[in-house]
């Protein structure tokens, strides 16, 4: 029966696809007998409900074939059905190209791009242990509700791509034994053979960074090929036993096995059959050639059965534990179901720190103290950054780090645990593995680097906007100010770049006060952000009553009015971060010269896109045609914001090595330079 349930997987591959007219179903097809394999006797997961607590996790870091998954979810009931197979690739339908998180039941990540699957699985692993760590540290290791198995299907690509290679090495050094990945081994790609870019012992690799490894040959040496799940199944046991390494499994596959004319090549990668090939493939299998979409439904029901009955086997082995471990522990239980809800602790906000008005401090340093401050009142907060932990000030003090006994320096002590985490120098894993850890739930995450490594992070970073997730990016460094390290590590381009991310808060506050709201809006609002955050110190000047400036409250509405003028302002002047104090001296030295002028400033476009229109026009009147922005990157994303007749005081070059402060001169990053471009604004209004 379960071998007539794997011949309806294949068919229903070709057939999906075949529908469409595009899509991916060789890996679908060849990889069948082990998807089913996964699901129906591994897998631990409740077909009727996707996000039960006590279910292992399973992600399709080979993304393209997302029939693999599609296809076992409906043969296990789990959420979809034979139209949602028939409708593959089509607008609006529950099974689009790629996996996405939150749009088909029973998907735990968005994949597509390669290699970020395996990746974030590294962060799904990561989540299981510090969930651990965080709601049952005193049960050893295994023995917990929250322990749980992850499971990544990968192939070819993925082990090409370097964040799948990153993320592994970090995976070794976490001795996360609870991760295991199956790599289909097929040798092909788009391009055919991988013989021709790709020849390396993948499995020696991952030995070297600390994995069991196993390979698993259904291609003989003969050339004969044998679908041998009883090798597979004796893999996935031998993984599971090993608690103290990751572990890959190499399955060596014939992609779209046994497709005539078309197994083993590239053409079944990313294309349809064919009627001929679709037509042999069904005669191979003994199945109508003539059909579409015929399922065997007697394999189906078996199927789903299975499925079902494994599902109460798993309840009635984890809810009784489930259960004991709320009753013995009803604050740990409280606090796991305000995390799960997205909730913060009531009152948190009073443990936020002030700052002394009148002091520069850069506004790195200031997250560091907001995050110190914090770390007691928000236990579910953690994260670190890609080696660079006194630069970006990630460091909560005190706290252990995240690492197996072994690891830990003398530096940075830790536990399993812990609460510190050490990427290394790999920002595209730490992305893709904040991702996994934001999607799983179960924490709240942060990681950083300097602002000018987003670029190596973008793909990752794109990708939490598209699901939406809470993960918060700490990019210090932010601007020339970096100074003597050069035009490499000046950020120039980039706050255009993740400015045009959708979904992406980027929010570059101007001072410590507005960095402590920042962190407030941030774990508030939970939706994907960036703090952007200044190198050198800036002034924090007193607010509130008297001091003539607004408070700092007003970052959570994206722009405010920080400073004002008598009556209707004649320009209005806008900048963000280290540049807004360049705005409020201007603001006085256009007084002196009789103009009135409003400052305004503008910590995050996102969020202030996203308040009402009212609000909108009270801080930026339509009939003030006069504005100037000011800040140092290229001025592109404040053109909607200046206008027609607007003018932006900005940098669009490439930096140079030399002191911060000298680099603002050179390039006119002051506030003589906003003074001039309001005249040349006001100019442009009277013509």
Known sequence: MDQRAVTTAKVLAADAVEKTGNGHPGTAISLAPAAYLLFQQHLRFDPSDDRWLGRDRFILSAGHTSLTQYIQLYLAGAGLELHDLENLRVFGSRTPGHPEFGHTPGIELTTGPLGTGLAAGVGFAMSARRAHGLFDPETP????????DVYVVAGDGCMQEGVASEAASLAGTQELGNLTVICDDNHISIEDDTNIAFTEDVLARYEAYGWQVQRVDWLGADGSYDEDVRALDEALRAAKADTARPSIIALRTIIG??????????????SKLGSDSLRGLKERLGVDPDAM????????????????LRAREAHAEWDPRFEAWQAAHPDRAELLDRVLSGRMPEGWESSLPTFEAGKSLATRAASGQVLNAIAEAVPELWGGSADLAGSNNTLMKGWPSFLPEDRTSAMFPGNPFGRNLHFGVREFAMAAIMNGIAADGLSRVYGGTFFVFSDFMRGAVRLAALMDLPVIHVWTHDSVGVGEDGPTHQPIEHLAACRAIPGLAVVRPADAEETAQAWRAVLEQRHPAALVLSRQGLPNPARGEGTGLAPATGVARGAYVLSDCEGTPDVILMGSGSEVQHALAAQVLLADQGVAA?????????????????????????????RVSVEAGIAMPWRSWVGDAGRSVSIEHFGASGDGQALFDAYGIDAPHVVSAAHESLDAVRA
């Open 293 to 308: 979409f015929a399922v065997d439904q007697e394999a189906v029901d078996h199927a789903r059965a299975n499925a079902a």
């Open 598 to 626: 409003r400052v305004v400033s503008v910590p995050c476009m996102e969020w202030f896109g996203q308040q009402d229109e009212e609000y909108r026009e009270s801080v930026l009147p339509a009939a003030v045609r006069a």
């Open 257 to 270: 096995w046994p497709t005539p004319g078309k197994e083993n090549t590239g053409a079944i990668h990313g």
């Open 141 to 148: 290791m295994g023995r917990s509700v929250f322990d749980h």
